[in-house]
């Protein structure tokens, strides 16, 4: 059974910045994705950015390119995006998961985590 979970959500004044985990467990696949997306109060859940576990290609969302990172460290099965300059139009809660492929369809994904909030506020 996957299991995801978040971790290093919190409050940042706009242009500060976070770095965001998520460990995962029980992938028995050679090959899959792992997917950062976010989800806004009253929006649809976004594809922010994801990474792969084999050739480490990646996939940012435009409105974070330039300002967010994704990478992974197999070996602690854990998969890290760290936000920079982030806005308050940033602020969701951010979910990780588990794909086929690299991605920015949540639909794609098959197992999630719980979730982090991150906030951006003054």
């Known amino acids: 059974q996957v299991q995801l979970v978040e971790s290093g959500g919190g409050l940042v004044q706009p242009g500060g910045s976070l770095r965001l985990s998520c460990k995962f467990s029980g992938l028995a696949l050679d090959y899959y994705a792992i997917g950062w997306f976010r989800q806004a109060p009253g929006k649809e859940r976004e594809g922010v950015s994801a990474i792969s576990s084999t050739d480490g290609s990646t996939y940012y969302a435009d409105s974070v390119k330039g300002r967010f990172t994704i990478s992974r460290d197999n070996a602690k099965n854990t998969v890290y995006l760290q936000m920079n300059s982030l806005k308050p139009e940033d602020t969701a809660v951010y979910y990780c998961?588990?794909?086929?492929?690299?991605?920015?369809?949540?639909?794609?994904?098959?197992?999630w985590g719980q979730g982090t909030q991150v906030t951006v506020s003054s």
């Open positions: 998961a588990t794909g086929w492929a690299v991605h920015p369809d949540p639909s794609w994904y098959d197992s």
